[in-house]
């Protein structure tokens, strides 16, 4: 039985590896827990369940963004760990990274996913603590059709934003509203104001590298993957010229970590 870990910076997520990894419709039965919770309540019912896992799992395929003191957790265990990093290329993926194993591996893991399950030019983005936002560029002129990682950005994902408005302005300490609506496209109070304002910082550079990725794509449409926490309100805030390729994809970083293991 082959067990998959990602070890996010809010959360970990794990699941079974699934019968068929390179299907479309791949189903992942997903468990999620806090990772502080896993790291400092070992004893809480989701802590004690990831562990249960971990005793009958064969392999561990782990993608770690969490840190060092998450994978301690697993040092007795350390035989059965297959610890994900980013290479040069595997799977018909390239890294053009100018050092690959600098890639963070949950978006190594989901560029992954994206290629082998979609097999298309995409720019993937993941909403969480940070956004991440990567270009997926595929070579279609080759015998053996294969793709290319081109590049991609990280910033603050929605709520380090307002975290950082709040902490720093004296007047904005406003509750963070998860989803307040903008009946006109303009705010009409203070935290609707801050809100329009943390939404619209990330839906603009997300415009511009979908924009940028085109250009690259050779007349081919480009999907925009959209994935993480955030992915739902950030699609409801798209203009239509992106809203028209936007597909939310669940759970990205443990479907590549699906790829890799099948592929082993």
Request: glycine share 6%.
């Amino acid at each position: 039985m082959k067990l998959l870990i990602d070890a996010g910076n809010t959360r970990t997520k794990w699941a079974w590896c699934p019968e068929k990894p390179l299907a479309l419709d791949m189903h992942l039965e997903m468990v999620a827990l806090e990772t502080q919770l896993w790291l400092h309540d070992s004893a809480c019912p989701d802590s004690q369940a990831l562990k249960a896992a971990i005793a009958l799992a064969d392999e561990i395929w782990v993608s770690n963004v969490a840190g060092a003191d998450w994978l301690q957790s697993l040092a007795n265990v350390k035989e059965k760990v297959i610890l994900i990093k980013a290479t040069p290329a595997i799977l018909g993926l390239n890294n053009s990274y100018s050092l690959p194993a600098q890639l963070g591996s949950d978006r190594w893991c989901s560029l992954l996913a994206v290629w082998r399950l979609h097999k298309q030019d995409a720019l993937v983005v993941t909403a969480g603590t940070a956004m991440t936002m990567d270009a997926l560029v595929t070579q279609t002129e080759a015998a053996e059709r294969t793709a290319t990682f081109t590049g991609g950005s990280i910033q603050p994902g929605l709520s380090l934003m307002w975290q950082s408005l709040q902490q720093g302005t004296a007047q904005l300490d406003y509750e963070y509203p998860h989803n307040s609506g903008l009946s006109n496209g303009f705010a009409r109070n203070s935290q609707q104001a801050m809100w329009a304002g943390c939404v619209q910082a990330l839906i603009a550079p997300m415009a511009s590298q979908f924009t940028q990725l085109q250009a690259l794509t050779q007349g081919r449409q480009p999907a925009l993957v959209l994935s993480g926490g955030d992915a739902i309100i950030l699609q409801r805030y798209l203009p239509d010229a992106l809203s028209l390729n936007a597909i939310i994809v669940d759970n990205l970083v443990l479907k590549g970590l699906a790829c890799l293991a099948e592929s082993n």
